[in-house]
Structure formats: C-alpha cells, structure tokens
C-alpha cells in the first residue's frame, strides 16, 4: 500500500478554525458566567452564614463518630469552597461584551436560534445587542 498523503490545511482554513476556537472561548465563557450566577432556589448564604457553620463543624469535629466526622469534613470543604467562589468576582460585562462581539457569527456558523440562546438563559436585551432576533 502506498503511504498516505498528508492533507495540508490552506492558511484560510487556519485562520477559520483559529477564529472558530475564539469564539467558542467567549461564548463558553458568558455561558459558565451565565450560569454560575443565576439566582438559585431557598435562602441565600452569607458569608457570615458560611463561617458560623464553618465554626459550628470545627467545635463537633474531634467529637464525632467517625463516619460523622467524615460528613464533616465533606462538608467543611464544600463551604470553604462556596466561601471562595463568593469572594471571587466575575467581570460580567467584559464577558458579555465579548459574547455579544461574537454571537451573531457563532449561532449562524452552528444553526442556534434565539430560543435556544433564550432557553439556556442569555438575556434578550443581550441578544438584540449581539444582533441575534426571533426571526434569526
């Protein structure tokens, strides 16, 4: 058998796939931010909340039995983390600008409609600044 021909991609076709990569980076990240964000159901935690819990497992832990204490611990890593995610803080409106930089070209290259940008939560304000309408 003869050995394969490599297929050389043109510097067009480079630059397209390149192009393609970056904007699914912003449009990945408005999403995560999107959704990180979002209101959740019941009683919204502190970090006041957080820390009183966070003493409140520290006092029980040498303690408990040890398959409690084992909870314990999942659960003081859980808050340390949700303590951490709270002090970090997400520029939104640089994500959403580069979102809306890229959206229009994105969701034709991929066939995505504006319900469906709806239904995953994108705003519709954010969608008519991206140039995405019903009619899309």
């Known amino acids: 058998m003869p050995p394969k021909k490599k297929h050389e991609?043109?510097?067009e076709h480079?630059?397209?796939m390149a192009s393609g990569r970056t904007m699914g980076r912003s449009v990945k990240a408005y999403l995560t931010a999107l959704?990180?964000?979002?209101?959740?159901?019941?009683?919204k935690r502190t970090p006041e909340s957080i820390n009183r819990r966070l003493a409140a497992i520290q006092?029980?832990?040498?303690?408990?039995?040890?398959?409690?204490?084992?909870?314990?611990?999942?659960e003081r890593m859980n808050l340390e983390a949700e303590l951490q995610a709270?002090?970090?803080t997400v520029d939104m409106s640089a994500l959403e600008d580069a979102f809306v930089a890229v959206a229009k070209e994105y969701s034709a290259s991929k066939g995505f409609s504006y319900a469906a940008w709806r239904e995953v939560g994108v705003p519709a304000e954010v969608l008519r600044r991206a140039g995405i309408?019903?009619?899309s």
């Open 86 to 88: 709270m002090e970090t």
């Open 133 to 135: 309408s019903r009619s």
């Open 35 to 43: 959704d990180s964000n979002r209101p959740r159901r019941g009683r």
């Open 14 to 16: 480079k630059a397209a």
């Open 9 to 11: 991609l043109s510097p």
């Open 59 to 74: 006092e029980t832990f040498d303690s408990a039995e040890p398959l409690k204490r084992l909870a314990l611990a999942q």
